[in-house]
Structure formats: C-alpha cells, structure tokens
C-alpha cells in the first residue's frame, strides 16, 4: 500500500492511496482524513486502506481515479509529533571526523547518534527549498525513515521492528555552514536543521518485497546533483544500525506516539573499506555534499565542490529491482528566501 | 483566557475554558475540539473563545460549568509538533559549568542555547514520572514556556513577540545520569530528555497583567519537593533572553508551525553576583536538583542532595500578586516504570 498526502489548503492536507505504479490517486479521506489520522488508529484504519487499495489494484473499485502531481503533493505527514534522526552510516561519521582529523570514539559502533529535529513544518517532495544565504553551506542529505505506531518505553527489538508501519524518503536538509558553532555549543542541531522534505509517498514495508528485511531496505538511494548522478549508495550496505535498532535507541527512556519519524541518517557506503568514489568514477558516490568535500580535504587538503546554490537541484528517488519508483522522487530547487 | 485540555480517551483530548479561579470548566469543544486546532485557527477561534470566557466570567453563560479536577487533565497541549526549549537563565549554565570547572563561552551571553526536545507524548500535570531507573539521576526543571502562532521564517524581534499566544509552566524532566555521555556524542540530548509535563492550564497573555512585560513573566516560580519549598527564583530575574528572543532564534532558518512550545530553560537567580542559597536559609532556592549538587560541589568538593527517588514528589506553581495560582500545579510523582 502506497500513502500520500494531497495539498489541500489545511495544515495536514488530505489522504489519498497512490496506485503501484504511482501514475494515480484515490481520495482516502472517508476513511481516515489524514495520515496522522490513519497512524492514530492504524489496527482499525489500515485494514480498509488496504481493501481500498486492493479494489483499486483489481480495478473493482468504483473510487474514481486522478492523475498523480507529486507536485501538488505535502510530505506524507506535513508535520509530525517527532523527527528522530539516526546516523546510521557509521562510515559517514566516521568521514566527518576524519576530515577534521578528530578520532571517533568506538562507541560510536555500537551506541547510536540521533538527534531530534524540528517537525512542525516539513517541506512538500517538490516544494523549493527557500534559504536565506548560501554563506549558510545549504546541502542535502539523502535518507530512509520509517514512521512507527505507538511504541513502549523501553521496548525491545522486536517490538521496535513490529511498530514499523510505513517507509519513505527523506532530504534531511542541513546548513554546513551553522553546524559546528552550533554543536559547539552542546546542545544538538536547531537553525543548522531546517525543514526537511519526504518522499511523494510512503509505503507500507510489504510493498518493498525482500528489499526489505524487517530493519533495512537493501537497494540503492539515488541521489542526483542537477540532473547528475551524485549517489547510488546502497541503504542497506553499512548500515551499522538498523531502523529496530534506532526505533528502539529513541524509545529507551520514553514511549514514542504513533506517527513518530525516525532517520537513518545520511546513507553512505564504503569502497573497500576505504571512502567512496564518485559516480562519475565508477563508485557509489555521495548521498551529501559534505561527503564529497570531506573526501577531497582528506586527499588534497581542501574541499573544491560547492555546497547548493540558488538555482541548483536535488533529487532523490530509489527504484526497485524492476526499474520502477517506489516512493516518487524528492525533486527540489534551491532558492532565494524573501522575508 | 484560561485554557486547558481534558483527558477524554483520544491522544489530543478536549479542549475547555477554565474559570480565572480554576475551580471550574466549561466545555469549549464546540468552538474548537481540540487546543491544537484553536492554535491552528487561531484569529478566527480566538474571538469565539473570549466571547464564551467572558459570558462565563459575566455569569451569562448558559454552558455547563464542571468542576477542574486537575489530575483529569493532559498537558494544555498533549502532543505538540514542536518543542524547543531554550536556556535562557545563563546564569544556569554558567553554574553547571563551573561544577565541572569548564569555562562557559562569552557568546553564552548573546547567542541563545536551544535544544529541540521531543513533544510526541507529553505527561499530564498530575501524572506520575515513571522511570525504570533511579541511577538515571531524574530531575525536575521548572520552566516557563510559550505556544506560538505561525512564525515566519527570519522573524524579527517583533514578530516573533507577536506570535505568543498562550503562555503555561513545564516540568522539564531530565535524567542527568544520561546527559554527559549523550552530550559528549555531540548531537545534543535525546534519552536524557524524556517525556516533559505542562501546568495543568495555558493563559493568554492579559491573565498576567503586568506581571508580563511583552518577554518576560515577573514572578517567583515555585518549586516543592515532598512539601517542602526549593525554589522560589523570579522567572523576570537574570532572565538573559526574553520569549521574543527565544521565539526569533527558533525561527531564524525555518518558520515555526502554530502550536510551536519554546521554553525558557530553568528558572534560576543569582544572589549578590553569584550563586543562590536554598529557600530554608532565606534564598531564592533552585527549580532544579542539579544546580543545588553544583553549589555543594563548588561549595564542598562533592555533591550531597540527592536526585529524585521513587515516591518523591514535585510541585511547579506559580502564584499571581493576589497569591492565588495562575496555570495550577504540576504536580508529579515519580515512580518505578515496570515495561
């Protein structure tokens, strides 16, 4: 089952079920007026979704059909009650860090870095991303999230991985350039983590057959600068945790409500064991500018590729082994903010 | 206006007007059913609201009145998409430093310290604090925090006060057994910030008076534990940061959603220039257990008052120059979580 969120003129927009192929939508809004909705009672909602969506499949439904505008679309949660965000890809962290010839501490492989974003206002797939200044060091961050049920204090892992119920995308928009004044100071992200966008739509889990295994998706993110390849790193490739893992790490001291948003954190592979190549070179590229960078100091001393302009273009999608899209793609400009 | 939400078994509750004694309610739900979708409407729902309190308040009401039992009550807010909580008390920070013998950064005076906390399952303002474990180091923060209306992004300083609707008390609770490790990961704080309770109501500015200057609210905020007064800090004292302020940092690279939370960070005075002295000895006390074990560290080279325990109580209040209350008591036990 594929979820989106039509605009409609209110803050959380209206329901609607995607088709498989992403070419058309049917309103869902009698049976749950948005998707916070649908999550608030998903044990009583999900199951006539998917009869709804089983009919539309069947071409029984008598539901009519419109043709999908991923740009009249929201996020699938315009706003959430959370944004929790893992960093995952280790080898991204530990990148980071080497660049700023800084050691990462072991733990760091077994106890995960997340960090909690700003959720009220989250941009739409194809909706500008509005800045200020590109003295801000505007990049992207290509993601997988997942977005749970009600989860316990302290549940388990099979409990975290049970509370699973849709997947997505995300751009996890970042200032380069406000964050280490920022963590500086100690206590997290806040301006250098503006809005972040999702994906067109979110799917439920079965919807990615065996690409999914209960905790990783296990394709490649595309992530593409200007119409260029920029990544093909693979999500489920050096994922040290998995979204059980992270689902659980952000429930340890509190329950998490139906509806949280929970990251990966950039994806990012590694090449033998080392930093990645570009595309271009036949590597898996970078699903972040500040990757690149980190790579181009560690081996020539400093960074050469710019962060985003105004003008440039990110786009973000992951097809499935049939060449299909799954989750519609992030396609977003970078533009000047006028007050 | 005094408002407040009413536990009645769905996640955001109903919304009611609460009588300027607190002693009673009237059910608000017809005007809007919950404080969210008041917030997210507000100029249009603000009118009808105030037009109900003052029938009530006149006695020309025909509503039902109830009467307020605060344990049937949510936070004003059960679950918001936003909460940021500042540090605005420097004074604060500047003590948690010095018990570790760090220096505190001079921007700590002209740059706000934020944290984005997380707001997906508020406590209500009698429900217990339930933890698995004590050696997590539980404390109190008492705090004053705002709701907003839409922000815009880059707000000015003005903007940023005009957006302040509704204004309510926080027990911020922290477990600082957890903070120092989590904090030295870099990424701010997440498990050592669970599940925060709101006063059992949310006032507009005007239940104030004077006591509001715009950006400050100038009164002592009280703090008991097990009975006993702890802290009894001005909250318009040593206050470096003013809501407007906070509310302006907050939105400096993204706006906030209606309905955003923005903290003031604990409540704290200095005496003569440097750190208070308990209640009991003629102080202004501490609204947090953390700062009196820094004193006794700065004072004694080790800390001796312990952090919270199960069965310990705490009580937030604040009191208006008549002496009566103005957003009601948190008032919280702590207990063992049992999964």
Sequence with gaps: MKLATLKNGTRDGQLVLVTGDLSHYVDASAIAPTLQAALDDWAIVAPRLIELADEIAAGSSIAKREALDATQL????????QWADGSAYVNHVELVRKARSAEM???FWTDPLMYQGGSDRFLGPCDDIAMADTAWGIDMEGE???????VPMGASLDQARDAIRLIMLVNDVS????????LAKGFGFFQS???SAFSPVAVTPD??????DGGKVHLP????????????????VDMTFDFAQLVAHAARTRPLGAGSVVGSGTVSNKLDGGPGKPVAEGGAGYSCIAEIRMIETIETGAAKTPFLQFGDRVK???LGKDGTSIFGAIDQTVTQYKG
């Design 193 to 195: 983590k503006p809005s």
């Design 175 to 182: 200032l380069r350039g406000l964050i280490p004044g920022e």
């Design 207 to 212: 919807e990615l057959g065996d690409a999914w």
């Design 144 to 150: 997988i999230a997942v977005i749970t049920d009600d």
């Design 105 to 107: 501490p072991e733990t």
């Design 221 to 236: 993110l595309n992530v593409d600068l200007n119409g260029k390849p920029f990544g093909r790193a693979n999500a489920g």
């Design 74 to 81: 929201h996020s699938p949660l315009p706003r959430a009650f």
């Design 316 to 318: 973000i999608e992951m």
